[in-house]
């Protein structure tokens, strides 16, 4: 008797023991439902990261109707009992996480996922998500159109802020970026137009498939289905880059002398920021008239109509700024806004146009009540502002005191490393003051804060 009490009481104990020693996992909880951003607090989803969409879409443009199925590789950051998915407005037919279906339930844009089986920190999991309906696009804080936007031939589908959620179902937030496959059916007589390179295409029973497939990571809202009636040019630059031009023939004639000058931009750009960061180059050219911008869909912008070569210059230098290194928030869009646009003025400068420093006194000769001091660049205050005229011209402002400060030289090595440093993830203003700072040696505290963050006209240029 008293060796088998002893003998329980030894086992009893070990467990207690290893408690006390290793640490009780935490039980698993709910993931939350955004991922924190101040000026979309819906935006993107806590507890997982997604590192792979598989999207299976079939499209419609004469009813308008998408069917779809989702199958998302995703890792837990921590033990989930459920987790929220962005979806706006389509009827989800079917969920599973595994093999397993999965309860779900829909409030606004969150798409509640309940698995049969908590998830604990670390494990890999797939959710697959079927799908249908009519997508319509959401409207912006700014009254902007944004998602998946009807035309008359097909779609224009382009998704910052917010859009990504209303064609599939997403971790809808840049700081969560995946690679893709894409699997696009439409009519025939119709072309289907997403990210990266082309795997290949095939006709049956009056429809034709196109498997697209985008192997570096991609935020959300830089993915692309755009479906038209498109004239296709494809080539293969001599860096190897290979290209790949949609244009509706509407807008042909204007835009093919501009397209022609991509692989020379895309070769002056790399000159300057680095090797360009993708596999695969174009452009999608539509005529979308409700939309009333470009957007730099990752290795493929896509424009609302014919773009000018500055707009060109724009979208293809957010492939470094914006596409390659992405916002960590959306506070922080002149490090997209900002960089492309000062792209412009550089490409000015260089072929034969006006110097950075002149486009810089036009802009600063502006009276203190114009537009562009309304806000601070690097605060823009709130979702409908990410857009305005600060965050561009105000952004390249700051770019050109830094390069003034700096010397040439150094900016450009500056420029360079923050590309190669933080290339397929990631940057944030105070990032890029401490390289800046630690590539110049100089203190930039204050050109920073009256630059990005100062409130109203700067006192001096």
Do not use: C
């Not at 104990?13 to 939350?32: D, H, K, M, R, W």
């Not at 706006?88 to 829909?106: C, I, Y």
């Not at 009807?150 to 209303?166: I, L, S, Y």
């Amino acid at each position: 008797m008293p060796r088998a009490v002893r003998r329980t009481f030894v086992l009893g104990t070990v467990p207690v023991a290893l408690v006390a020693l290793l640490g009780a996992a935490a039980p698993p909880t709910a993931g939350s439902s955004g991922a924190g951003d101040p000026y979309f607090p819906l935006a993107g989803n806590g507890g997982y990261h997604v590192h792979h969409y598989d999207l299976t879409l079939r499209y419609d443009p004469a009813s308008r109707h998408l069917d779809g199925t989702a199958v998302l590789t995703a890792r837990a950051t921590q033990g989930l009992n459920r987790f929220n998915l962005d979806l706006n407005g389509l009827k989800v037919t079917g969920l599973k996480v595994g093999r397993d279906k999965a309860d779900f339930s829909r409030h606004g844009q969150e798409l509640t996922v309940t698995p049969r089986k908590a998830l604990h920190k670390g494990q890999w999991f797939r959710v697959t998500v079927t799908y249908a309906g009519k997508p319509a696009p959401v409207t912006d804080p700014d009254g902007s159109l944004d998602g998946w936007i009807p035309t008359d031939d097909g779609a224009f589908v382009a998704g910052e802020p917010q859009g990504a959620m209303t064609w599939f179902p997403a971790n809808n937030h840049p700081k969560d970026k995946a690679s893709y496959d894409f699997t696009i059916t439409v009519p025939d007589g119709r072309t289907a137009v997403a990210n990266g390179v082309l795997l290949g295409r095939h006709s049956a029973h009056g429809k034709t498939t196109f498997r697209w497939r985008q192997s570096e990571p991609m935020a959300a809202y830089l993915a692309t289905a755009t479906v038209g009636k498109f004239k296709v040019t494809q080539y293969t630059t001599r860096d190897g880059i290979q290209v790949y031009n949609a244009v509706d023939p509407r807008e042909a004639a204007a835009a093919d002398p501009v397209l022609k000058k991509l692989p020379s931009v895309l070769e002056w750009e790399s000159g300057l920021f680095g090797p360009y960061p993708f596999k695969a180059a174009g452009s999608i050219v539509d005529r979308a008239p409700n939309v009333g911008y470009a957007l730099e869909t990752q290795t493929r912008p896509v424009y609302d109509q014919a773009p000018d070569l500055s707009t060109l210059v724009h979208e293809s230098a957010h492939q470094w700024f914006g596409d390659s290194v992405s916002l960590t928030s959306w506070k922080d869009i002149w490090l997209n806004e900002g960089f492309a646009t000062y792209a412009e003025w550089l490409y000015e400068e260089q072929h034969g146009g006006d110097s950075a420093q002149k486009t810089f006194d036009a802009l600063y000769a502006r009276p203190a009540s114009d537009d562009l001091w309304e806000f601070p660049p690097g605060d823009p205050g709130s979702g409908a502002n990410i857009f305005g005229t600060p965050v561009y011209a105000r952004g390249a402002m700051a770019l050109h005191k830094l390069r003034t400060a700096v010397g040439d030289r150094t900016f450009f090595r500056i420029l360079r490393a923050w590309a190669a440093e933080h290339r397929d993830g990631h940057g944030t203003t105070a990032q890029f003051v401490a390289l800046a700072e630690r590539a110049s040696g100089k203190d930039l505290d204050g050109l920073f804060r009256t630059w990005v963050y100062g409130q109203g006209k700067p006192s001096a240029p």
